[in-house]
């Protein structure tokens, strides 16, 4: 099995940083995949950014200018700097990721999630 923590969510006011973490464990033998996508109230969970395990990386459009995604391969981590928070960026913030287990192939996983509130 592989797992996903994450970590980094919080209370933070507009205007401010924050950044968020996410380390995979279990039976892995590559992450060609990990990223984040978000859930905020009352909305459907939308990609924010993933990362490739060659660092080649992809945002959604409204992802671009405030948000990096970066990605360490030997620590099995990612991380979501934000910068400039929104009131709008309110969210649960979840992890995922594709992995290569040494016993069942490929799986999709996803953390539990890690709440992030911009209000002042």
């Known amino acids: 099995q592989v797992q996903l923590v994450e970590s980094g969510g919080g209370l933070v006011q507009p205007g401010g940083s924050l950044t968020l973490s996410c380390t995979a464990s279990g039976s892995i033998a590559s992450l060609p995949k990990m990223g984040w996508y978000r859930q905020a109230p009352g909305k459907e969970r939308e990609l924010v950014a993933f990362q490739h395990s060659d660092v080649t990386s992809l945002y959604a459009d409204s992802a671009k200018d405030r948000f990096t995604i970066s990605g360490d391969n030997a620590k099995n981590t990612v991380s979501l700097q934000i910068n400039s928070l929104k009131p709008e960026d309110t969210a649960v913030y979840y992890c995922?990721?594709?992995?290569?287990?040494?016993?069942?192939?490929?799986?999709?996983?996803w953390g539990q999630g890690t709440l992030v509130t911009v209000s002042a």
């Open positions: 995922n990721a594709v992995a290569r287990t040494f016993d069942f192939g490929y799986r999709e996983v």
